[in-house]
Every structure is written in structure tokens, then in C-alpha cells.
């Protein structure tokens, strides 16, 4: 076991809500299996009393006080990759200490799925340690969460950390659901058996039976899907709250291939390639069949950080495709994108993806067009013929009908994930469900009021049984309004004061930072005042 690193080493140094403004974020078999001594292996981390909880600086936006202390251990568990191989992958758990009773007894459960990033080495257990990249995300799930009561999983996943995937599946729902249950499910038995051997840290909490789930990004999808495999193995979410993922999946792919390139497309398009190759096995031949032959053999996860790779040409920073004229006649007469931020995805020379491999997806796109995008309907295309475009269908989470109460949060003008694309498009379809399924629980949150004068589409909409929900919607939909508002106009001053341009700003902070801590507040607010306090 390594030892407990003291707390004032691992509190950061200056704000971490000023760094979330100013920076991104990045029931089966085996479930128990061993990793080493017959048992999922586990160790102490670090530990924070309420007032190194409270000195993170988090209630600028909106993170209550603590009322517990945090214990974070790690865990080592078996799970499986996207091909089925026996891999192992690491977990933060996390848990609140002291004798009041919100700190003790039986705790609830939240199972939170990370964003997504590039770092080989993120590590949801380093709270406030800033060598690490997870850091940010890290101290805002331990205040907002474990400070308040909660007992936290939060996976890494399989291909970070310590795990010996050499690659992450990514947005590969079968394998990364299986991953967030495994961890889960391990959890759970670490905390038994230390609390049985009267582990400090175990023995005045128990796991109790609400299971919550959320995550965000990445984590919104991963959380989505883990959601329907939790309730496919019969066992009960209290309550599920994805954040700004892409559930849509196919859609959003078609509409990024047809040339609305979204912030951060370098960064997902090779993880996604990677990661759902093992599964598939007809992605491509070798790398080079998609990315330019400079960047095809750039590990993704990897151990430099994003930066690094970009400033060693090893990735292109923001350029997805080739600048037209490409020579390409299908590519050349693609209407171009009216997205403002669109051409920063584009260059002559230093682009990511192969035109003809875009040539050969668009062509299929084209004949056999998505629903959403053709306006025909909300459904994936019917008949995709190119591999990937059949990858992507195939972990498309249009269609999912949560049986559990729902919140989906996000920002309309999100540049990353689209938001109208996505959480727009379950909430039509989860509402056109409910005409026929009325026991559906569903609360859809646009925290982003700042273009409300071009909006036609409600900021709140409450579908099925949402409406009869016992908390403060309007108060927590104000305040969580209100913290993006002021997050956003923070953003906008703060570049302005330091020479940078405020458009730059709000795209590389709005989907990582702004709208992630105000969707992360709902939540708590969600869970906390519909679940907690009420019994099963």
C-alpha cells in the first residue's frame, strides 16, 4: 500500500474554480475477478478534513460547503476490453468521513463517468495534486459529492492509469458500461471487506441501496449507457443525470464529416478509431488508411499531454480535413458549414484525416442519410454501408428509454458536443415516447441563457412524470443559470483583461469548464432533493 500523501501537498495553490474557468477538462461475469491475492487490490491515497475541502475554492461556483471530510482510495479491478481481452483498469473511490449523520450509516452511491482526454496518466484519485491532469475534475466530484454524503466510483477506464490496455475503447458502449459496472461492483466488495477488518476509513459507512449515475462529455454517453445495462441486469438506478454527451453518436459523426468540425475533433477522432477497432476489426487495414501518415502512429491515449503532441507534430492542434479545394469533387461541393467556428478544422497541409477516407464515409452518408439530419425523423440511417459509420450506429443511444427518473443538462451552444443534435434529439424523442410511456421521468436543463432572444426551444422541459418531481426546479434552474451566466462573462472579462480574443475563450472554455460545473450543481441539486432524503 503506498502511504497516505498528506493533505498539504495535495491541495492546490490557488483556485480551482478560477482553473475550471480557464481551462478544459478534459452484472456480468468476472465482475469480482481477481487482479492479484484473490482479491481487487486497494489503496489509501489521501485524505481531507472539511476545511481542506472548503479551502478548494468551489463555492464561486456553487459548490455548498462541506458537511463530511473525504477519504480517496484507489482500487484495481478485472474488466474486460473492447474485444473481450481480460484487462485490469483503476478507480477513484471515494468517501465522506467524520460523525455527523450525513457523513455515516448507510451512504448513497454515485457512479460518475469522467470526460474525455488524451492523457494516458488521468487519475480521478489525485484530487488537488496538479501534476495530474484529473486534478480539476477530481476536487469538484470529491466537494460536490463525497463532501455531501455520497460514497463516489468514479472509474478511470480501461487504457489509463495503471490499466494494461494499450488502448481505451472509446464511446464503445458495450465495453465501457461493462467497465463502470465492474468498477461498481468491486467497489462494493472493497468496502465490505474493509469494513469488516475495521478499516478506518470503512467502519462508520456502508454502501446503501440508492445508486446514482452520472458523468459528463464522455462520461454523459458512458453514464447513458451504463444506465441501460445496469436496468438490463436488473438492478435499480435511483437516478440517472448525463451532461453534454454525445448520444446521438452517428448523427454527430455524419454532421462532423460533413464538415461542421466541432472544438477538440483532433483530439476524439483517433481515440475513437483506436478504441473501436478491436471491437469491429474493419475500421481500417492500418492507421494510415484514415490519418495522414505523420500522425498515424501517435498512441492515443498517450503519455504526453495534448499540447506536447501538437507542439512536436505529432497531431494537428485543430484541423480535422483538408482545406478545400482538395481535388475531391464529392468533398469540394459539401455546402460549407455556417458554424462560425468551423474553419479552424481545416488546413492545406497539417489536417488529421485522409480526404478519400472522408470522400468514401461522406458517399455513404449521403445515400443512406441519418433521420436527424436528413429531417425525416430522429433514427440513424437504416442501412449504413461504410465500417465506421456501422461502429457508429451500433453504439448510437437514440432509443434508450430510461426507466429510472432522469436529468439531462447542457449548453446550447456547446462546441464540442452539439447540443441540439444530441440532447435535443433524446428529449424528442424521449417526449414523443411519453405519449405512449407516461410513467417517463425526464427533466432537460439548457443552462445557457445567454442567446435566449434566439432561442425557440424551452431552456426547461419536463417530460412525463418530471412535472411532478418534490424539489426547487425553479430555484436550482435560476441558480444553475445564473453561475453559467456569470461563469461566461467572467471568461469574456478575463481575456479581454488579458489580451485575448473573448470568442477564443468561450470556445475553449465553454463545454470543459463553463457549462460542466453548472450542469455538476443540478445534479447534486437533483439527486439531492428528489432522493436522498426520501426512502426507496
Not at 462508520?204 to 441501460?228: C, D, W
Not at 460549407?336 to 497541409?349: C, H, N, R, Y
Not at 411519453?434 to 431552456?459: C, E, G, Q
Amino acid at each position: 500500500m503506498k502511504p497516505i500523501i498528506s493533505t498539504s501537498r495535495c491541495l492546490l495553490s490557488v483556485s480551482i474554480a478560477s482553473a475550471l474557468l480557464l481551462t478544459g477538462c478534459g452484472g456480468d461475469d468476472d465482475n469480482t475477478s481477481v487482479i492479484r491475492d484473490n482479491f481487487t487490490s486497494n489503496e489509501a491515497i489521501a485524505t481531507f478534513n472539511q476545511t481542506n475541502i472548503n479551502s478548494l475554492g468551489l463555492s464561486a461556483i456553487g459548490v455548498p460547503a462541506a458537511k463530511c471530510g473525504v477519504a480517496v482510495e484507489k482500487i484495481d479491478y478485472h474488466t474486460r476490453g473492447a474485444a473481450n481481452e481480460r484487462t485490469n483498469a483503476t478507480a477513484a473511490v471515494m468517501l465522506p468521513t467524520g460523525s455527523s449523520a450525513a457523513c455515516t450509516g448507510n451512504r448513497p452511491i454515485l457512479l460518475y463517468a469522467h470526460g474525455t482526454t488524451t492523457d494516458k496518466n488521468y487519475d480521478i484519485t489525485q484530487v488537488g495534486n496538479q501534476s495530474n491532469s484529473a486534478a480539476a475534475e477530481a476536487a469538484l466530484i470529491a466537494a460536490s459529492f463525497a463532501a455531501q454524503g455520497y460514497i463516489v466510483v468514479a472509474p478511470n477506464y480501461a487504457g489509463y492509469d495503471d490499466s494494461k490496455l494499450s488502448y481505451h475503447p472509446y464511446l464503445v458502449a458495450e465495453q465501457q458500461s461493462k467497465d463502470m459496472v465492474d468498477a461498481l461492483d468491486n467497489a462494493r466488495v472493497v468496502i465490505a471487506r474493509q469494513k469488516l477488518i475495521n478499516d478506518i476509513n470503512y467502519r462508520n459507512i456502508s454502501a446503501g441501496n440508492k445508486l446514482f449515475v452520472s458523468g459528463y462529455s464522455q462520461g454523459g454517453y458512458v453514464a447513458m449507457a451504463t444506465a441501460r445495462r445496469l436496468e438490463s441486469n436488473k438492478e435499480t438506478v435511483t437516478a440517472l443525470a448525463p451532461s453534454s454527451g454525445p448520444y446521438a453518436l452517428a448523427a454527430f459523426a455524419d454532421a462532423i464529416f460533413a464538415g461542421n468540425v466541432n472544438i477538440g475533433a483532433t483530439r476524439f477522432a483517433p481515440l475513437l478509431a483506436y478504441g473501436m477497432q478491436p471491437k469491429y476489426n474493419n475500421i481500417y487495414n492500418q492507421k494510415s488508411d484514415i490519418f495522414l501518415d505523420k500522425y498515424a502512429s501517435t498512441p492515443m491515449p498517450n503519455v504526453q499531454t495534448f499540447s506536447q503532441l501538437v507542439a512536436a507534430d505529432k497531431l494537428p492542434e485543430n484541423a480535422l480535413f483538408e482545406a478545400t479545394p482538395t481535388g475531391n469533387t464529392l468533398i469540394d461541393n459539401l455546402p460549407k458549414s455556417t458554424l462560425p467556428f468551423a474553419p479552424i478544422g481545416f488546413d492545406k497541409t497539417n489536417y488529421l484525416v485522409k480526404t478519400d477516407y472522408r470522400a468514401a464515409y461522406m458517399a455513404d452518408a449521403l445515400q443512406n442519410r441519418d433521420g436527424l439530419l436528413a429531417g425525416t425523423g430522429v433514427s440513424p440511417a437504416a442501412d449504413p454501408k461504410h465500417p465506421l459509420r456501422i461502429a457508429l450506429k451500433d453504439n448510437d443511444l437514440r432509443g434508450y428509454l430510461p426507466s429510472m427518473p432522469t436529468m439531462l443538462c447542457g449548453g446550447n451552444q456547446d462546441p464540442t458536443v452539439f447540443y441540439d443534435l444530441n440532447t435535443g434529439s433524446m428529449a424528442q424523442i424521449l417526449a414523443n415516447a411519453s405519449i405512449s410511456n407516461p410513467a417517463l421521468n425526464v427533466t432537460v436543463l439548457d443552462v445557457d441563457t445567454t442567446n435566449a432572444d434566439k432561442r425557440t426551444i424551452p431552456s426547461v422541459s419536463l417530460i412525463g412524470k418530471a412535472s411532478t418531481n418534490p424539489w426547487s426546479l425553479n430555484a436550482v434552474v435560476t441558480q444553475a443559470q445564473t453561475q453559467f451566466s456569470t461563469s461566461y462573462q467572467f471568461t469574456v472579462n478575463n481575456a479581454i483583461q488579458n489580451g485575448v480574443s473573448p470568442q477564443a475563450a468561450i470556445l475553449a472554455n465553454y463545454h470543459g469548464a463553463l457549462v460542466s460545473s453548472a450542469c455538476m450543481n443540478a445534479t447534486r441539486q437533483f439527486f439531492d432533493q428528489n432522493f436522498v432524503n426520501t426512502p426507496m
